[in-house]
């Protein structure tokens, strides 16, 4: 069994890994499973390692009831072993098992065997990961995760925890509320511009949740893999195909119902600039914390909220002074 002494983000969560030398056959398998099956959480796989820990290669439990006592493991072992560090983000270990399909991850350093992350604790890496990201996308404190449910949450503590970000919302619409008030005079002279508000802010911030869901995935998954010039131009390209047919349906939508073509050309315009802005926004948002060492799901809550909305309304505005 090895589980070696190493310091890393999910440390808490390795567990002793069922582990034998390419010289053992399987007689000599199912005997130290009986004398050590104690130790391990649960065992599905067993590591075959080099006798100073390399790890060269993997079975299935199931494998040792498929061929006769004396048969060496080394015949029947997988040699490519899909591992991670104990460097690697408890998101990376859980998208590996999901990827490749396997119930538990061993653990390596510099190729040696340290332990495992059972199927037990994939789970609760899986769980942890999902509830984290649930809470950052509503802007509720990290401290939050400490409980199972909010009912066990101290009332005082369940305030401080959600307000903070709900503040800094609010301040961004009395802010936004007074350049609206500059504008007074274009909305009065075009009072259906009114109407559409709603719609230019909803749009640009649905795609601005939509990137930024994705980018924080993308980051925690891939990592340094990520080539973060080549990703931003990928999506941006598919912003603008998206705002290309979002404002053509606009126009076709406003023309059927007003035949106003002013107020469509206004409109559209306003909707395709305000989704290019928020997908710079965005991403500028979210990799700003990710570079500040900051957990970059933060960037995804209230407060991107509140500069998509302020910003895609600020460029609404000023689109239609412009035209009018």
């Known amino acids: 069994m090895k589980k070696s002494k190493i310091f890393c983000e999910v440390c808490e969560v390795i567990s002793p890994a069922p582990s034998i030398t390419k010289d053992f ?10 004398k050590e099956s104690k130790i391990c959480d649960s065992i599905d796989y067993i590591y075959v390692t080099e006798r100073d820990g390399t790890l060269v290669g993997v079975f299935s439990i199931k494998e040792i009831f498929r061929y006769s006592p004396e048969t060496k493991v080394s015949r029947i072992m997988i040699s490519k072993v899909i591992s991670v560090s104990s460097k690697t983000s408890s998101e990376q270990i859980s998208d590996i098992a999901i990827k490749y399909g396997i119930k538990s991850v061993p653990i390596t350093e510099n190729g040696k065997l340290v332990g495992m992350i059972s199927p037990k604790k994939l789970s609760h890496i899986l769980h942890n990961s999902l509830r984290k990201d649930i809470f950052h996308f509503a802007g509720i404190h990290k401290s939050h995760l400490e409980y199972e449910n909010t009912l066990q949450v101290p009332l005082l503590k369940s305030v401080t925890h959600r307000i903070p970000w709900l503040i800094i919302g609010l301040l ?23 109407f559409f508000i709603p719609a230019v802010v909803y749009i640009s911030g649905a795609l601005g949740n939509q990137l930024q869901a994705l ?20 999506q941006t390209s598919i912003s603008i195909l998206i705002a290309l047919v979002i404002s053509l349906i606009t126009v076709i939508g406003i023309m059927t119902f007003w035949q106003d073509t002013q107020v469509a050309n206004i409109i559209a315009l306003s909707i395709f600039a305000s989704i290019i802005i928020t997908n710079f926004t965005s991403f500028a948002i979210t990799y700003s914390l990710k570079k500040a060492g900051k957990d970059p799901a933060i960037g995804a809550g209230p407060f991107a909220t509140m500069v998509s909305d302020s910003t895609s309304i600020i460029v609404y505005l000023l689109i239609a002074s412009a035209m009018l």
Do not use: S
């Not at 056959?25 to 009986?34: A, N, P, R, S, Y």
């Not at 936004?176 to 274009?186: H, P, R, Y």
């Open 215 to 234: 980018f924080i995935r993308d980051l925690a998954v891939m990592g340094d893999k990520l080539k973060i010039h080549i990703y931003i131009i990928k």
């Open 172 to 194: 961004g619409v009395i802010i936004t509320a007074a350049v609206i008030g500059l504008f007074e005079g274009v909305l009065q002279n075009k009072i259906i511009l009114v």
């Open 25 to 34: 056959t399987i007689i000599k398998t199912i005997d130290m499973l009986k």
